[in-house]
Structures are given as C-alpha cells and as structure tokens.
C-alpha cells in the first residue's frame, strides 16, 4: 500500500522492507507492550506461534490460504486469554485476499489480550 502511494504521488521516498523486531521472547516490538500483565504477555505469543505454524505448512507444500487460515486460527484458539480480532492472508503488495499463496503472500493477525491489541505478521515467499 505504501509503495503505491509513493508512486502515485510521485515522492522521492525508498520502501524498506524489513523483518518485525522482536522481544528477546519472540513477541513483536511494540509500545503497547507494556499494557500487557506477565500471564498476557506470555498469552501474545501465540500470535507468533499460528504464524511459524502457517510457515511450516506452507513451507510442507499447503498453498491453500483457507486451510492456511484455518490452521493460524486453530493455533490462536489453543489460548483462552486470546480474541482474534482477525486472522488474514493476502497479496503483500496490495492486501487483497488471496487463494493460493504459492507466489507468497502476508500473513497478518490481531488480537486482543485483555484490553490490548496486538498484531503480527510474516511474509511467505
């Protein structure tokens, strides 16, 4: 989305992609973190854990985005402290949904721990 913007309004801007900083526990970096309890904090690593878990099927040869879907949401539903706020797969370039993720994908997730939102994603490829 942002690489469209910068060309449609023709600014001298560089996209950068990079990876998603993480805690030394694994959880995403973020401001928000410091909301979370001890019990939370260990209850949003499950955001992590349905997308290595997403990886590791598709990386196995699953390139359905449903059953992909369905196995992030399964993993996020193992913890109780968790309310998905969603769970999607879609096209990394512009964030339309997609079916098959065999020419990658972005796996995005958020969800609520407490009264704190957090979100997470990983690019397949």
Do not use: W
């Amino acid at each position: 989305m942002l690489r469209k913007l910068v060309n449609d309004l023709d600014m001298d801007v560089e996209i950068v992609v990079r990876t998603i900083v993480r805690e030394q526990d694994g959880l995403a970096m973020s401001s928000r973190n410091v909301y979370l309890t001890p019990e939370q904090r260990q209850q949003g690593l499950v955001l992590q854990r349905a997308l290595l878990r997403v990886q590791k099927s598709a990386d196995e040869g699953e390139h359905d985005a449903a059953k992909l879907g369905e196995v992030g949401r399964q993993v996020i539903a193992e913890e109780p402290g968790a309310r998905l706020d969603y769970f999607a797969i879609v096209d990394a370039e512009t964030l339309d949904p997609v079916a098959d993720v065999g020419k990658g994908a972005l796996v995005a997730v958020a969800a609520y721990f407490g009264a704190t939102r957090l979100i997470d994603n990983i690019l397949l490829t």
